[in-house]
């Protein structure tokens, strides 16, 4: 399908969503329609084999034009990091069959995000890219067993097991209980022992990530986000702060 008939499906959904029109899900049938939008498989986007997950609550269109065209290097290291992502969205089809990923850490604003989109639009013409956050999974399971007497977790495992590839948005930035560290080592075991390819972008330092994914003194988590992602730093400036300094300048 070509770009803008993609661009005019979502833009159809959106308008749908915004007149709250969107179907509910049923999450223990795990039938196709959705519930308030949390994720949306991309087959409401096109009619074709290949999955792209969105969570339609922090969409913006920005973030499907992200591409690795597109990215302004601010210094060599930044540019180095794109060439080796653009190099994992080529041997994907390898790479996922070894269930390896991306482990981005750095401070607020230095384009982890951004570059998690990147390799997100790059692939998901033809693989299932699950794009999500920690907080969303676990608001969903919340919401689960809330609604139902005899809830489980299946329809999580089940999304996980049919993405290629899925993506944690600034994982770290959560308050997590023990009940949610207990599902989130779940669902991280659960991607390491099928060898499902994860992207992770966190804020967080060595120290305090290595603190959020302590779950009763093991940091067996820590170690195997280890054993399959490959780490890259993003130890420069945010971009934020340039944003609207021309503004500054000329307007007050």
Excluded at 31 to 40: C, G, Q, R, S, V
Excluded at 138 to 146: D, P, T
């Amino acid at each position: 399908m070509e770009t803008q008939e993609i661009k005019d499906l979502i833009k159809e959904k959106i308008a749908n969503i915004q007149k709250n029109q969107t179907t509910q899900k049923d999450l223990k049938t795990g039938t196709d329609t959705f519930e308030n939008a949390w994720t949306i498989p991309a087959s409401e986007f096109r009619k074709q084999e290949a999955r792209r997950y969105r969570d339609y609550s922090n969409w913006k269109k920005s973030d499907y034009e992200r591409n690795f065209a597109n990215a302004d290097y601010k210094n060599k290291k930044e540019k180095e990091h794109s060439d080796s992502f653009k190099r994992f969205c080529k041997n994907f089809g390898i790479i996922k069959t070894k269930g390896l990923g991306i482990f981005m850490v750095g401070n607020v604003g230095t384009g982890k995000t951004y570059y998690c989109d990147c390799i997100m639009n790059e692939l998901m013409e033809e693989n299932k890219v699950y794009r999500t956050s920690l907080y969303q999974i676990l608001e969903e399971m919340r919401q689960e067993y809330n609604k139902y007497k005899e809830a489980t977790d299946d329809f999580v495992f089940t999304r996980l097991e049919k993405a290629d590839l899925v993506i944690f948005d600034d994982l770290g930035n959560e308050y997590i209980t023990d009940w949610g560290k207990e599902k989130m080592f779940l669902i991280f075991d659960f991607l390491y022992r099928n060898r499902i390819s994860f992207i992770i972008n966190t804020n967080l330092d060595d120290a305090q990530f290595k603190k959020f994914l302590q779950i009763n003194g093991s940091v067996k988590l820590l170690d195997r986000i280890k054993e399959r992602c490959k780490k890259y730093m993003f130890d420069w400036e945010s971009r934020r702060a340039e944003l609207h300094k021309k503004d500054f300048e000329e307007l007050y």
